[in-house]
């Protein structure tokens, strides 16, 4: 075995409760280089938290989350509250996983380029010169070339999120993260942000995708997790999971989705 | 040529003043000491909004911060600058310091605190700053929760975040209310006369108390103080344009 | 602090005297703000232009030349007025009108664009809900418009009516005996300029502190039914 290939992502034993609700019950899960995994999942089910707290956009209240072999460390704070030890070790691993929201969230007022440079520019200190160009291309990849001086609030849903992909991929990130990706679009617009999506699947991109969307989890990804109420009801090779599935929430979930 | 057009400029003045119930020669006369007015005024009000919006920016992110000491330190000054009026606060700085002797006694005395100028530009600084910190106060707290999300994800760190995103997005949204403030900071600048300084209403009120005169020197200075006041309107109108673009 | 409460009586004198001020002027000044809100929403064009010029004119010329304009000039100007025309004879001005009628006016600009907002920001549907049930213009106002109206324009009138409070302090420089002008008299006489402005530095903020009190509790009993967004 090759023991100096560790995954892209390790999560072990994840807990996270709001107030008294716990959301996220002990998840555990492994991603590898190259892995498309889909995470599916009713609403309330925790999926979204579970991958905000992946990049500690929500701090878990106990587990460990592992980057590319490199485990972020904890601590436990002067409140007895779970929190980083290093925060700059966290920031360092951020920059290694980029994020695309549900709403965009766009730096309303810099231009599509602007918001493209950024975090390359002035979180991995990149020169200018060489964000722009990497960012032109970018923009080229998500279609969108002739958008470069566009405000954010001047584009349809559909190109911010294109532009917020492009933002992501701007930092070369080793995994990224896709929280409902196209669930603030108008039906008509999801197609072009799918598409951009399962082009990067297709490259290898390692992704992991909190989506509602049945075909690209059966079509796309190299594997799919379903939660239920904070577990993982049922996980495994999409192919599989769709034609048969075990569990009979997952199948109510199933039954739901495809009416 | 140069003295024709004078007298018959001069001839204008006359008919203008016959016919009207004012006395347009003396402020003619007197406008030099209306111009060197105009620049108390500006000088005043332009060094105090930008000294007290350099004291605001940190200020305000301090009081955002939700700090446990300093927020509440800082909620407690604009409370106190933003709830009482700006002429006690300037007569409190001129006339009310030198009641201490030890204060008398020392350096500051001779050389900042005994000058009516260097008290009105404490008083207005420290007065603007409040307004201005809550304003930007505001304005962090609207920054829309998303855009500061995508920046934590993206691995900026705490002043990182500020500076890049924050701050910037909040500047801009705070214009609108900033040109209110800095209208507002024009307006209290009047009370620059009230220790007596020369500045638009102080030159006003010297001449009309020096030709026994009842709106003269107060008219112009209100026609002067309209101008200045449509000239930072359009200056905000265009730095709006330019900002805000996005918004639009 | 001794001397203080010997000049208590100036103090409160003056408080009462700078109250009084802000009431009779707020008065003036809500008068004035529906005037200026009719005027800027009707869609007459003399009575848009002339609420306009209003509104523009104060927010250009800073309330102390105003005052000093009204009180000095004001009065020579209304006993040339008089004297031309044998209608009134010789009227004298005082402080207190002056301030009042002032402060009044400028004030009602400022109101003119709260109540404005507020009346555009009731919903156009509800209004012709109104005239659709058969109600009268003055009903339609009377049930409708301003109930609600208060409620959109509370935060903006606060906010307003604040900054009246601290204007009236500058009706002390025409020679008017309110807080400011007393506690400056007092703490010359007695040498402690800095104890007495203090005084009314601290009651002007607890004149401002219970205003915003009372006025956000009466802000939270008119937004109930208002969806918070």
């Given at each position: ?259 | ?67 446990a000491i300093l927020s509440p330190i800082i909620w407690c000054y604009t409370y106190v600058f933003r709830g009482t009026p700006l002429l006690v606060q300037t007569y409190l700085i001129y006339y009310g ?152 | ?229």
């Amino acid at each position: 075995m090759n023991k100096s290939i560790p995954p892209a992502l390790k999560v072990e034993n994840l807990h996270k409760s709001f107030g008294k609700v716990e959301v996220i019950k002990g998840i555990s899960m492994t991603a590898n280089k190259g892995d498309v995994i889909t995470i599916l999942g009713a609403s309330g089910s925790g999926k979204s938290t579970f991958l905000r707290c992946i990049n500690l956009l929500e701090t878990p209240n106990s587990g460990e989350v592992t980057i590319g072999g490199e485990t972020i460390a904890m601590k436990i704070g002067k409140n007895n509250n779970y929190m980083p030890a290093n925060i700059k070790q966290v920031e360092r691993l951020r920059s290694r996983l980029s994020m695309v929201f549900q709403g965009f969230n766009l730096w309303s007022h810099m231009t599509v380029l602007e918001n493209i440079i950024e975090a390359p520019i002035y979180v991995q200190k990149e020169s200018k010169a060489k964000a722009i160009k990497n960012a032109k291309y970018l923009l080229n990849k998500v279609g969108l070339s002739d958008r470069s001086d566009y405000y954010p609030s001047h584009l349809s849903g559909g190109q911010q999120q294109r532009v917020a992909i492009a933002r992501a991929l701007a930092m070369n990130p080793d995994i990224m993260l896709f929280d409902e990706p196209t669930s603030a679009l108008d039906p008509e617009l999801v197609g072009e942000v799918l598409t951009v999506m399962r082009d990067l699947a297709e490259e290898g991109r390692t992704m992991l995708v909190v989506t509602h969307e049945m075909s690209f989890a059966k079509d796309v990804s190299t594997k799919t997790i379903f939660l239920d109420q904070g577990n993982i009801c049922e996980q495994g090779c999409p192919s599989d999971l769709f034609t048969n599935p075990k569990t009979p929430e997952f199948k109510k979930f199933l039954t739901r989705s495809f009416v | 040529m140069a003295e024709k057009t004078l007298s018959s400029f001069e001839k204008f003045i006359k008919y203008i003043d016959s016919i009207l119930p004012l006395e347009i020669e003396l402020i003619i006369n007197n406008f030099d000491r209306f111009i060197y007015g105009v620049g108390i005024t500006l000088e005043l009000t332009i060094l105090s909004l930008i000294i007290g919006f350099l004291l605001a920016v940190p200020m305000a992110v301090a009081r955002s911060s939700q700090h446990a000491i300093l927020s509440p330190i800082i909620w407690c000054y604009t409370y106190v600058f933003r709830g009482t009026p700006l002429l006690v606060q300037t007569y409190l700085i001129y006339y009310g310091l030198g009641q201490f002797q030890f204060i008398k006694n020392s350096w500051v005395w001779d050389s900042i605190l005994s000058s009516a100028w260097w008290c009105a530009l404490i008083a207005f600084t420290l007065n603007t700053a409040a307004y201005t910190t809550e304003l930007l106060h505001g304005a962090i707290n609207d920054t829309p929760k998303g855009e500061v999300e995508a920046a934590i994800a993206s691995g900026h760190s705490y002043f990182g975040r500020i500076r890049r995103i924050i701050l910037p997005s909040a500047f801009r949204r705070a214009i609108p209310a900033y040109s209110n403030e800095v209208i507002f900071m024009l307006h209290g600048s009047v009370v620059a006369s009230t220790i007596t300084l020369q500045d638009v209403l102080g030159v006003g009120r010297w001449l009309n108390g020096r030709y026994y005169l009842a709106y003269e020197g107060f008219i112009t200075a209100a026609l002067l103080y309209f101008a200045i006041v449509f000239g930072i309107t359009r200056i905000f109108r265009m730095v709006e344009r330019k900002y805000l673009k996005y918004l639009q | 602090m001794n001397l203080i409460w010997e000049y208590r009586q100036q103090l409160v004198d003056g408080t009462l005297v700078t109250i009084q001020l802000a009431l009779a002027s707020l008065i003036i000044a809500i008068l004035f703000g529906l005037l200026g809100a009719m005027g800027k929403l009707s869609s007459n064009r003399i009575a848009n232009m002339m609420a306009g010029i209003y509104t523009t004119a104060v927010r250009g010329v800073p309330d102390l030349v105003l005052i000093l304009l009204v009180f000095y000039g004001g009065q020579e100007i209304i006993n040339t007025i008089g004297k031309a025309t044998d209608w009134w004879k010789y009227v004298e001005i005082n402080q207190f009108m002056a301030g009042t009628c002032t402060i009044g006016v400028i004030f009602g600009a400022y109101y003119t664009e709260t109540f404005r907002g507020a009346i555009m920001a009731i919903p156009k549907g509800q209004i012709e809900a109104g005239v659709a049930v058969g109600m009268n213009k003055f009903l339609v106002f009377r049930h409708i418009i301003w109930p609600q109206m208060i409620r959109y324009a509370l935060p903006g009138f606060s906010n307003n009516w604040l900054v009246q409070i601290k204007t009236t302090a500058l009706v002390s420089v025409i020679g008017l005996q309110d807080l400011v002008y007393n506690a400056f008299v007092a703490g010359r006489s007695t040498h402690l300029l800095f104890i007495f402005m203090f005084a009314s530095l601290v009651i002007f903020l607890l004149m401002t502190a219970i205003s915003d009190l009372l006025l956000t509790l009466l802000n939270r009993k008119y937004s109930k039914g208002m969806v918070r967004t």
